[in-house]
């Protein structure tokens, strides 16, 4: 939690960072990453057979080694939308034998060279060095699927007993089950882009059901309820509805504009959102009379990223080309999960490769866009405990994208410096500052800095710097700070100060 005072004039900002109070625990599961079958995600991105860069199951290496970096700790499949269609049971099996399907979502041919247990080998592999597995996190097909799928799905994959599809994943040459844990009863069946879009009656009607199922058949999965975006009325009627067959809420928010400052502040939205979905589950679970011993229902904000539709078309493949504004974003985004640990149990960005992703991959290797450096320093960093933080600072407040955010945020606007911080299981505080401004250093008292401090910047020449094969313009620095006088936060850079406790 950050609180936040604002100043004018000749005042001088400061971040006090108090690491003895410490607040709420910062969920491992905050840095998941997202796979979909939607442009070069899978095909060209984490599957490439015909690349030299690839092993002998067809992964790409480079994106492997790249992603050991982030240390994700769960990855989200097969979709997003695209699972609205989808039917596992083609992806398994001999591949020659597999069918090509259309696919409706991205308007595709879905060719089935990569499923179930293709993508389970894959984060074996992620996962090779690890202490814990990178977790599987499977979206079942509430559109035009059904229950007895879903079971089947969950008994392939969880199945112990003698049972046809326990015995099938055998047969195709996996004897030991693969534990999924976490399982989302559908996703954005809201929308009307979905095939099989659902009245939110509908909807809650058949997630109970669903879930009662599920739950019958393997009793230790995590159910993650379809939510919005956290502050809607459907959002609403499916928490009051299913509060007590779920684990986890979730909600989906993307933020983009042109505008640097409007598309710096964007996550601040999402704030909100997490404030008010965390207030409607609280009422559900009042309204429901659910049992304090049954644990707290928590957020799971499985899709969040910078990303403008019209600007990288889903049907075109979604990559868009990120900017030093866009990375700034991206720890502003960041930056709202460690403030509001206390309600986050999972968050997936959208996606891990390609895909309005940080990380691209080329015939030559990869590319790391600017978002990739606040992401790198977050999973790396901000874990542990989130601790008490209050900035004072000049602040924003003009126009907003979304609009409404303006009002919420009320006479004081957004900070210029967005700020969290966290201490870590090894005793050391970091503390992450995005200064927003396109135009203005500030020289910045900290309080409970102590001893020597290390500094590492994100930073390009504007909020325009991109980068692109054989061009970084948005890179990471390292230095020292001595922890005495003021620290200068440049403008337009994301900096991680990380000190002994």
Known sequence: MTTFTKITGDETPL???????????????????????????????????????????????????????????????????FVATYHWQDGIGPRA???KRPELAWLGVEPNQFGTDEFMRWLDVLSEGREHRVEPYLCLNMGTGTLDEAL???????????????????ANGHPEPYRVKYWALGNEVWGPWQVEQMTREDYAKKAAQWAKALRLLDPDIVLILCGQDGQSSWDHYVLNQCVGWADMHSIHIYTASNDHVKNATA?????????????????????????PTKPATKICFDE??????????GDK???????????????????????????????????????ISPLMTTEKGVVRQSTWWPLLLFSKYMRGHTVATHVRSGSYA????????????????????????????????NLAVANISETEDFAVDIKG????????????????????????????????????GKYIFAKHTFTLLRWKA
């Open 267 to 291: 996550p601040l939205a999402a704030e909100r959102a997490i404030q008010i979905t965390a207030s409607l589950i609280d009422l559900a679970r009042i309204e429901n009379n659910i049992p």
């Open 304 to 313: 969040w990223n910078v990303w403008d539709p019209e600007r990288a078309p």
């Open 398 to 429: 003009g126009e907003t994208q979304p609009a409404w955010l303006q009002g919420t945020l009320g006479e004081d606007g957004a900070p210029w410096l967005d700020v969290s911080a966290a201490l870590g299981d090894d005793g050391f505080v």
């Open 449 to 484: 800095v102590g001893g020597d401090v290390a500094a590492y910047t994100v930073s390009g020449s504007g909020v325009s710097a991109t980068n692109k094969e054989g061009k970084e313009e948005v890179g990471l620095s390292e230095g020292k700070w001595d922890g005495k």
């Open 15 to 81: 971040i006090e960072v108090d690491a003895a109070k410490r607040l709420s625990k910062i969920d491992p599961m905050t840095y998941g990453g997202f796979t979909e079958h939607m442009g070069r995600c899978i095909y060209g991105g984490i599957y490439d057979p015909t690349s030299p860069l690839a092993d002998s199951d067809g992964f790409r290496t480079d994106v492997l080694t790249a992603l050991r970096e982030l240390d994700i700790p769960v990855v989200r499949y097969p979709g997003g939308n």
């Open 317 to 355: 493949g979604a990559e868009e080309q990120y900017t030093l504004s866009d990375a700034l974003t991206v720890a502003s985004w960041l930056n709202v999960f460690v403030r509001q640990s206390k309600y986050i149990g999972m968050a997936n960005i959208a996606q891990t490769v390609n895909v």
């Open 97 to 99: 034998s597999r069918p």
């Open 152 to 170: 089947a799905w969950v008994e392939y994959c969880n199945g112990t007993r003698d049972t046809h599809y326990a015995n099938l994943r055998r």
